[in-house]
């Protein structure tokens, strides 16, 4: 869902809440391309991708059957390894396609070409919306269980992929020119570049996007946990779905358990991994001067004090290393010559083949595309504008409350230190985890339904707008602040002179985010199989989630192209203009 | 006054000759963005040199080093190493970087060991060698630190130990004191030049970049001397003062004022301003200087009466080379200052400039300025539209035709030119530039 640049800065919102430090960050979102004829080609390509997952999805089973959850207090541990699991799962593929990905762009000029626009469409588009396709095309070819699963572990990785393949793509060509040129003399082969160099280069970036892209991920694991349509149901076994069934029962006791596991799991993982991670990856940091306080961890502090690891350091890591480096110097020889390009010959068949591939797939698409009747194209129209409305009134809803209080606490260093730990618990309760427990409360209510979808929404969209209204009131500098007060500046005059121009860039880089977020939330937002029955609105989550249950490929199909296509047209279009508006006019340097 | 000679360069006539260019270019970008950094130089290097690069920013000193490592391939000529083309990294070569490039996150004796690794030396022997290499520069105790406890001097010590590590043959020297403050820097040339004529180090020539004649004079046995747009070189300058060289020295002094007379009599062809856009012929890019660092320039000089020596004027002023020479540049295009025999002096145009009240200087300086064909061209062109007023794009793109990437830096000068002068401004808001009328 989201983008990278947000993504730091929550990092460094996190980062600031055991201790008191200044918010000292600028928004820094990577540029928003224009339109591209790269970027028809990308969306021709996932249009082929799409009709061939569909292609097998027509052999997928009419009727699946779902897991039993069960409620007991005992199986609730059960149910918390097998998420967790499959988050590490995800994040491990994350991390490892990330590096590949990111070294392929910034190392061969060719692969780039292409790999750098898909990239900026894929992280702009909202992922949640492949899920049905996913779950149908693999629950055509593995068994049941395993299809599910492993829809669940894709969609958290590519959920999680982007903004850390990003992070090290921007690593590796922002390596100072000087710094390569001495790996280089010195005549590093691949592998010592890769560890002595570029890694620890990105490590901070990469710990960082690390830790979003964890937090985003349980937004998307509670949805493909929970994910059920008609007489398919594709849920997992799982906290997401024990929170839904709890809610479905109206057991408010399981509900509050589930949660209670669901926070502690979050925050646990966040202090006894991501902290100390992120403590030790501050030697990485380039800046050659000391100073600036670095990131505690009790954690980190724990262990570096810990005569174990130091012993298995010496006697395990340090020789394995050692081997290692060994091993890969002798495959990669000594003779590193001075970077030039590789012969394109590879690169231009393996591209052309995949071009070819994905055109036929983009023409089979259209052809499948082209029988669908007008009226089909209306609903689909139609209900792009109803989720669009209400994407527009979560975010509107979110500025309506986030910019008098994100102000308040960014202006006040005592009211940030009282308030940052509360908000940083919440935020950190993945939006899609609460729904169950929104629907037990509106459900019976007209129009309830419509109500739920846009709080879905709001929880999913206002805590970037939040951290970023926080970051912008606190880059305001002093100075200007006295200066308005020295002026004796109304209210208003204040509000319009001073604050509000310094929030723009902030808000256009929440914004962005959180209407990523929101998007990605109506897919699960707008329907739901909830106590035995189903509720659905007008929208386009509502409709791929009918076209799947009908099975009505062409629907599906077309529905989630014009949502990725709209999504996109109004990144490039919308966003693009405001964001180089934000850059150009409002940015304090 | 010693001027003795040493024995030495008689004989380094006969001593074999490591490196040798011929007829090396660089050439950037394609087609119309084509840009020589560097053309045409010739050079040869011999064992037991101290060789030295001088020149202003952007002579393309730097990339000839970067070819003679071996980092960048030339895109014309030839760079022989004991007399075999260069294909890929030098492998006789290294570098001294001017930012360090020490990396951060190993530790001071890691840095060292990581060269030695790269190098292939199996591990046991590694710690004991990098301590040695940090032991001859004078870092013992500082092994286990990280690079940003050191100060700059330190870091730049272990870049020397790093060099070392790999016992290059020849060892190339980028800036190595230019982000040091004074004192380390004297330091470390001292230190350095001690290992090298002791014959410490199994070093037998380096050959360094600088802009700093005083530094190049104090070491070199040979000064190039290169000039810009194209980076060439225009002169070589033999150094035979005896080691200890010191900077009060009659000779010493008379050296570099000679040196400098040769750096500063050769930046570009001032005397020509160049065509504007479109007008055929080559364009003259504008000094990178401000206006009112020039009119600082001519009330420092109208005070000293009217001239002064140049290399005396930017000690005084505590200009580097880099940044006195446009201005010096800056002058002499508009007709204002002279240089002549390594001295600075008002023209009487520059006399009047001093000598006028506040009104009549930017009046002098808007006639002046209005001479230069990018300013007239920008001048005219507003005073052709009906609002005085026309988007900075339509110049950026006319530019790009000539300058390529130097399109946009190019505009922000002559914008910033026409502001001082009040001929024309830019609207920020817009995107526009118009005319200065009415203020």
């Known amino acids: 869902?989201?983008?990278?640049?947000?993504?730091?800065?929550?990092?460094?919102?996190?980062?600031?809440?055991?201790?008191?430090?200044?918010?000292?960050?600028?928004?820094?979102?990577?540029?928003?391309?224009?339109?591209?004829?790269?970027?028809?080609?990308?969306?021709?390509?996932?249009?082929?991708?799409?009709?061939?997952?569909?292609?097998?999805?027509?052999?997928?089973?009419?009727?699946?059957?779902?897991?039993?959850?069960?409620?007991?207090?005992?199986?609730?541990?059960?149910?918390?390894?097998?998420?967790?699991?499959?988050?590490?799962?995800?994040?491990?593929?994350?991390?490892?396609?990330?590096?590949?990905?990111?070294?392929?762009?910034?190392?061969?000029?060719?692969?780039?070409?292409?790999?750098?626009?898909?990239?900026?469409?894929?992280?702009?588009?909202?992922?949640?919306?492949?899920?049905?396709?996913?779950?149908?095309?693999?629950?055509?070819?593995?068994?049941?269980?395993?299809?599910?699963?492993?829809?669940?572990?894709?969609?958290?990785?590519?959920?999680?992929?982007?903004?850390?393949?990003?992070?090290?793509?921007?690593?590796?060509?922002?390596?100072?020119?000087?710094?390569?040129?001495?790996?280089?003399?010195?005549?590093?082969?691949?592998?010592?570049?890769?560890?002595?160099?570029?890694?620890?280069?990105?490590?901070?970036?990469?710990?960082?996007?690390?830790?979003?892209?964890?937090?985003?991920?349980?937004?998307?694991?509670?949805?493909?946990?929970?994910?059920?349509?008609?007489?398919?149901?594709?849920?997992?076994?799982?906290?997401?779905?024990?929170?839904?069934?709890?809610?479905?029962?109206?057991?408010?006791?399981?509900?509050?358990?589930?949660?209670a596991a669901l926070i502690l799991v979050i925050v646990l993982l966040d202090q006894i991994v991501w902290r100390p991670l992120l403590a030790w990856a501050d030697k990485f940091k380039l800046e050659m001067t000391a100073g600036e306080e670095a990131p505690a961890s009790w954690a980190h502090d724990l262990l570096s004090r810990s005569v174990i690891l130091e012993r298995c350091e010496a006697r395990l890591w340090t020789p394995l290393m050692e081997r290692l480096d060994a091993i890969m110097g002798r495959r990669m020889g000594l003779s590193i010559a001075r970077p030039r390009p590789r012969r394109p010959v590879t690169t231009v068949v393996v591209l052309g083949a995949l071009g070819l591939l994905a055109g036929w797939g983009a023409y089979r698409a259209v052809s499948v595309l082209a029988l669908l009747p007008r009226a089909a194209w209306a609903t689909i129209g139609l209900a792009l504008l109803a989720t669009a409305g209400r994407v527009a009134v979560s975010l509107l809803l979110a500025l309506f409350w986030t910019i008098p209080l994100g102000v308040a606490i960014g202006s006040s260093p005592r009211l940030a230190a009282r308030l940052q730990p509360i908000v940083q618990v919440i935020a950190a309760i993945p939006a899609t985890a609460l729904f169950p427990v929104l629907l037990l409360a509106l459900v019976r209510i007209r129009g309830g339904i419509d109500l739920a979808a846009i709080l879905l929404m709001l929880m999913g969209t206002q805590w970037y707008l939040l951290f970023n209204v926080i970051a912008g009131a606190a880059s305001i500098p002093q100075d200007l602040r006295n200066t308005a007060a020295l002026l004796r500046l109304s209210w208003r005059d204040r509000w319009t002179t001073l604050v509000?121009?310094?929030?723009?860039?902030?808000?256009?880089?929440?914004?962005?985010?959180?209407?990523?977020?929101?998007?990605?939330?109506?897919?699960?937002?707008?329907?739901?199989?909830?106590?035995?029955?189903?509720?659905?609105?007008?929208?386009?989550?509502?409709?791929?989630?009918?076209a799947t249950e009908r099975a009505d490929y062409p629907l599906l199909l077309a529905a989630t192209l014009a949502l990725v296509a709209l999504v996109v047209g109004i990144n490039r279009t919308l966003w693009r203009s405001l964001y180089h508006r934000a850059r150009t006019r409002y940015q304090m340097e | 006054m010693d001027l003795e000679?040493?024995?030495?360069?008689?004989?380094?006539?006969?001593?074999?000759?490591?490196?040798?260019?011929?007829?090396?270019?660089?050439?950037?970008?394609?087609?119309?963005?084509?840009?020589?950094?560097?053309?045409?130089?010739?050079?040869?290097?011999?064992?037991?040199?101290?060789?030295?690069?001088?020149?202003?920013?952007?002579?393309?000193?730097?990339?000839?080093?970067?070819?003679?490592?071996?980092?960048?391939?030339?895109?014309?000529?030839?760079?022989?190493?004991?007399?075999?083309?260069?294909?890929?990294?030098?492998?006789?070569?290294?570098?001294?970087?001017?930012?360090?490039?020490?990396?951060?996150?190993?530790?001071?004796?890691?840095?060292?060991?990581?060269?030695?690794?790269?190098?292939?030396?199996?591990?046991?022997?590694?710690?004991?060698?990098?301590?040695?290499?940090?032991?001859?520069?004078?870092?013992?105790?500082?092994?286990?630190?990280?690079?940003?406890?050191?100060?700059?001097?330190?870091?730049?010590?272990?870049?020397?130990?790093?060099?070392?590590?790999?016992?290059?043959?020849?060892?190339?020297?980028?800036?190595?004191?230019?982000?040091?403050?004074?004192?380390?820097?004297?330091?470390?040339?001292?230190?350095?030049?001690?290992?090298?004529?002791?014959?410490?180090?199994?070093?037998?020539?380096?050959?360094?970049?600088?802009?700093?004649?005083?530094?190049?004079?104090?070491?070199?046995?040979?000064?190039?001397?290169?000039?810009?747009?194209?980076?060439?070189?225009?002169?070589?300058?033999?150094?035979?003062?005896?080691?200890?060289?010191?900077?009060?020295?009659?000779?010493?002094?008379?050296?570099?004022?000679?040196?400098?007379?040769?750096?500063?009599?050769?930046?570009?062809?001032?005397?020509?301003?160049?065509?504007?856009?479109?007008?055929?012929?080559r364009m003259q890019r504008l000094p990178a200087a401000r206006l009112n660092a020039l009119a600082g320039l001519l009330e420092k000089l109208a005070a000293e009466g009217g001239r002064n020596d140049l290399y005396r004027l930017s000690g005084e002023l505590v200009m580097e080379l880099d940044d006195m020479l446009p201005i010096v540049d800056a002058g002499r295009i508009l007709g204002l200052l002279a240089v002549a025999e390594g001295d600075l002096f008002l023209t009487p145009l520059g006399q009047a400039y001093a000598d006028a009240s506040i009104l009549t200087r930017k009046e002098l300086l808007a006639g002046r300025i209005l001479r230069l064909p990018v300013i007239a061209w920008i001048y005219e062109t507003l005073q052709q539209d009906d609002d005085h007023r026309v988007a900075e794009e339509y110049f950026v793109d006319k530019l790009r035709l000539e300058l390529a990437d130097f399109a946009e830096s190019e505009l922000d000068r002559a914008i910033s030119w026409g502001r001082f002068a009040e001929l024309f401004a830019f609207d920020d808001d817009r995107d526009e530039l118009y005319l200065e009328t009415d203020g």
């Open chain 2, 5 to 281: 000679v040493t024995s030495q360069p008689a004989m380094r006539a006969q001593s074999p000759c490591l490196l040798e260019l011929r007829g090396v270019g660089k050439a950037y970008g394609q087609a119309a963005k084509r840009f020589m950094a560097v053309e045409g130089v010739n050079l040869v290097l011999r064992a037991g040199e101290f060789l030295c690069l001088l020149g202003p920013s952007g002579c393309g000193k730097s990339t000839l080093l970067r070819m003679i490592a071996g980092l960048q391939a030339p895109s014309a000529g030839s760079v022989l190493y004991r007399g075999e083309p260069l294909a890929g990294v030098n492998p006789y070569a290294t570098i001294v970087f001017q930012s360090f490039a020490l990396f951060p996150w190993l530790t001071v004796q890691e840095n060292v060991e990581v060269a030695l690794k790269a190098g292939g030396m199996p591990a046991p022997a590694r710690g004991p060698r990098a301590r040695a290499l940090l032991d001859t520069v004078g870092l013992d105790g500082f092994e286990s630190a990280y690079p940003r406890e050191l100060s700059g001097g330190m870091r730049q010590k272990v870049g020397f130990a790093r060099a070392m590590a790999v016992e290059p043959e020849l060892l190339c020297l980028d800036e190595p004191f230019s982000a040091l403050d004074v004192l380390s820097a004297e330091a470390l040339r001292g230190e350095l030049l001690e290992l090298w004529l002791s014959h410490v180090i199994p070093t037998r020539a380096i050959l360094m970049v600088t802009h700093n004649i005083e530094e190049a004079v104090l070491m070199a046995d040979r000064i190039v001397v290169m000039a810009k747009d194209p980076g060439r070189v225009v002169t070589e300058v033999p150094i035979l003062l005896r080691h200890p060289r010191r900077h009060k020295d009659t000779a010493f002094q008379g050296l570099v004022d000679k040196v400098y007379a040769a750096v500063a009599g050769r930046t570009a062809g001032v005397e020509a301003p160049g065509t504007g856009p479109g007008q055929g012929g």
């Open chain 1, 1 to 259: 869902m989201p983008y990278n640049a947000t993504r730091t800065m929550l990092g460094h919102f996190h980062s600031n809440v055991s201790r008191m430090r200044p918010f000292r960050f600028a928004p820094a979102l990577p540029r928003i391309s224009a339109w591209s004829a790269a970027d028809g080609m990308i969306l021709l390509g996932l249009a082929g991708f799409l009709f061939a997952a569909l292609r097998l999805a027509l052999h997928a089973p009419a009727v699946i059957r779902g897991p039993e959850i069960s409620l007991a207090p005992s199986a609730l541990p059960w149910y918390t390894l097998l998420s967790c699991g499959r988050m590490v799962l995800a994040y491990i593929l994350s991390l490892m396609f990330s590096l590949a990905y990111g070294h392929a762009a910034a190392r061969h000029r060719l692969a780039g070409l292409v790999l750098l626009p898909l990239l900026d469409v894929l992280q702009s588009i909202p992922i949640l919306s492949f899920l049905p396709v996913a779950l149908l095309g693999l629950s055509a070819l593995l068994p049941q269980a395993l299809a599910a699963e492993l829809a669940a572990i894709l969609l958290i990785v590519t959920s999680q992929a982007w903004n850390m393949t990003f992070c090290f793509y921007q690593a590796l060509i922002t390596i100072p020119g000087e710094l390569g040129e001495a790996a280089t003399v010195f005549r590093f082969n691949p592998w010592l570049r890769f560890k002595s160099l570029e890694l620890p280069f990105a490590a901070l970036g990469l710990v960082w996007n690390s830790m979003m892209s964890w937090a985003g991920g349980w937004f998307f694991l509670m949805a493909a946990e929970t994910f059920r349509v008609g007489a398919r149901d594709f849920r997992l076994p799982g906290l997401g779905s024990y929170l839904q069934v709890a809610a479905g029962r109206g057991d408010l006791k399981a509900v509050l358990a589930g949660l």
């Open chain 1, 500 to 546: 509000l121009p310094a929030l723009f860039p902030y808000l256009v880089t929440g914004a962005i985010t959180a209407s990523g977020g929101a998007w990605n939330a109506s897919i699960v937002a707008e329907h739901a199989e909830f106590a035995g029955r189903s509720y659905a609105t007008r929208g386009v989550g509502a409709l791929i989630a009918l």
